[in-house]
């Protein structure tokens, strides 16, 4: 539990940035919409809307491959992947409570020298997958 606080607490600067400048707007403009908060975890939840919209074969193109991602104490996912791909997501939060503001450099270096079929980081998240 004080683990819990003080990552929160070390990952606070860039949640903030996160949720005001992407979680928030992208809510309001309804490209995602609000799911759950994940149980036993400071986790919400949202569903990528992107479909029959204007911009979904463009979206669609851009991201393909795309199945969701992992920001402080947010997950953002595709719905029709959503069963699969919550706990993988959900295995990356304690990488940012532990990086905090670091996190997307670390990731970005390994992904850079690793690939992402032999990323730690996502080895890792793979772990919490029942």
């Known amino acids: 539990m004080i683990r819990k606080l003080l990552g929160s607490i070390w990952v606070s600067p860039i949640t903030v940035v996160v949720w005001v400048f992407y979680i928030l707007p992208f809510w309001a403009l309804r ?63 304690p990488q940012w409570l532990s990086l905090g503001l670091l996190f997307p450099i670390v990731y970005f270096l390994m992904l850079v020298y690793y690939g992402y079929g032999d990323h730690p980081l996502e080895l890792a998240a793979d772990e919490y997958v029942s």
């Open 31 to 93: 490209f995602i919409q609000l799911g759950e908060v994940i149980e036993g975890e400071p986790i919400v939840l949202f569903e990528a809307n992107f479909r029959d919209r204007w911009y979904s074969r463009l979206w669609n193109w851009l991201w393909r491959g795309w199945n969701g991602h992992c920001l402080p104490h947010a997950i953002v996912v595709r719905p029709e992947v959503r069963a699969q791909v919550i706990d993988h997501e959900v295995g990356h939060h």
